[in-house]
């Protein structure tokens, strides 16, 4: 049950991101012109390899990038203190940061894949659908990671810090561009913990395999469990008494 | 709901920030439907004692009690509003779409923006941006999304700083006829002029309550003629019994 304190949030948000219209263009059509340049690549099987797992990277970072600047304003600017003394819940704001940034992941989900898969000859055996649910999973990932990391940082240039800090080290080991086995054994240990891999490995289940498979349900229900745990975390950053 | 007693009633408040006691031992209460102006010098803790009211300050010791409530209590949040010093808008949005969105958590009537609007001499911006407006503007949007709900007890901190003088005569007119609907209003000013508007006064100086009342009867019992008399008066008497 969504309350109506999280539907105006949502509302709201996707207000602020609407009248940016430069975050709105360089969400939307970023992605579609980073896919572009691999189909001149000399190899066709590095794309047909990495192809989809970026079409789960690109809502993760954005989606990350974006709401940790929207909540670290929120925190300067007092309106989250303000919010914090009217009737809502913390479990509202959360709520309807996830509907803004799922609808607009969605968005940027949904373009992409349709340029890969009409235009780039991106190939997957399993449903197109099931892509784009996999790449927004990846974005309320990397807005729940955006959420929790905003309360560590008191400016915009030190958010944005965060980015290469936690998001290039998981798509380094995610095992997108190096295969896994091809690391050294601590670091494919390593990815283990990165909840980044768990999404991506997802996407390349979806392309290999048509039929339903119990290690993709796995992988989606870790990145799943790991946005719920981050949000929880967000949430336990917001109080309602400070000093 | 008219509420007899005290709105507000603090007893051995403390509140420490970074080490320091930012307010020690403060026991005063706020008559309802007054103008209680909230007077000291910058860094006195009016801002800390307005956070204990609204119940977003941590406090060490004592109570804070509103409406025969603990502070900050979730049936509360829907009967007081509060203002931060800076002003807390949405710089992306239009004064109309921030003021939609607090509309929609106070749950006030679709109605109820509009009026306010004019009530502030908002409308003529109701489509510019917040990020936009000059700080005296942006001032009014941040106290205008606190009159959205009808609160019943609203607490302003240095709502008319840097205002031009007509506008803020305008603002103290209608604290005054907000009191009349039997509205709590505690407002912060370290201008001790601005203490001459109020019904009611606390005077603040590091951290500790000076002196508590109506301003004629602090001028009548120091002897002074202005308030600012009255708290140097004050201020000298509590210095020599320290």
Redesign the interface.
Known sequence: MIS??AW??A??VL???Q??RRTVALILLVPMVLLIPWVFDDHPEVFDRVGLPLVGVFPLVSMFLVTSITML?ERV???L????????SKLDLLIGYALAFGSLATVQATLVALVGFVFLDLEAEGPKALVVGLAVLNALLGMSLGLFVSAFARTEFEAVQFMPALLIPQFLLSGVMIPRDQMATALEYASLALPMRYGLDAMERVRDRSDFQWELALDAGVVGAVTLGLLALAALTMR???? | MVYEGSAVSISGLVVRRGGMAALDNVTTSIPPGTVTGLIGPSGCGKTTLMRSIVGTQRIVGGTVTVFGKPAGHSSLRTRVAYTTQAPSAYRELTVREDLEYFRAIVRAPSTRVDEILDRLGLSSLAGKPCGNLSGGQLHRVSLAAALLGEPELLVLDEPTVGLDPVLRGQLWKMFHEMAGIGTTMVISSHVMDEAEHCGNLVLLRDGQLLAAGPPQDLKGKTGAETVEEAFLTLVGSSGESR
Do not use: F, I, N
Not at chain 1, 81 to 88: C, I, S, V, W, Y
């Open positions: 109506k304190a105006a949030t509302l709201r207000h602020q991101v009248h940016d304003r600017s007092g309106t203190e303000r919010l914090m003394t009217l009737p809502m309602r008494r400070t000093t």
